[in-house]
């Protein structure tokens, strides 16, 4: 009984592996309601071969309609060196927001990506969320069913601002600050 007991502890404390480590999230511009570039990095633990995708899955609030189907700049696929495979610079990738699902797309892998490769997907034309806030994307392979949380990147109010121009009783001009504030 004891030993029962202690075999189910210990495999309930697996936990369930994934092909996709936490991936880094960097946005730019991070404004609210910004058109923007996402760059998605991760590394995978299995190789991934041509016809095999990689799947996304964007907060709510965030428009992926920029994003075309055709293999173009909005989405680009690279990777590092992996197991039996060779580094890959940006390479024009197709891509499909699934219709049953908007805030979901799924990459075409362009080449092979090596076991413990390290992997960029660039998306850009992605509008960001309207509000404030954290957020994450979910990311997965078509080989598994477990999707993996990014880390929490931030959309933030626009910096508004700009030159202020100085000048003396005498209308002459005599210094620029510039000034610059989130909102």
Sequence with gaps: MAATLLVS????AVPVAAN?????VYVYPDDVSAVAEYTI?????EALYPGDDIRLVFPTDTDLGG??????ADCTVAATSGIGTSAFVATNSTSE???DDDQRIDIDVPFAIGALAG???VLRGV???SQIGSYVIEVATDDETTW??????????????GPVYVYNASDIYRWIFLVAQRL
């Design 9 to 12: 502890l210990l495999l309930a």
């Design 20 to 24: 996709v480590s936490q991936a880094m």
């Design 41 to 45: 990095t991760f590394s995978i633990t």
């Design 67 to 72: 994003i075309t189907d055709a293999a173009d």
């Design 97 to 99: 927001v699934q219709p």
């Design 119 to 121: 992997v960029q997907v």
């Design 127 to 129: 509008i960001n969320a």
């Design 148 to 161: 993996v949380e990014s880390e929490s990147y931030t959309i933030k109010t626009p910096v508004v601002g």
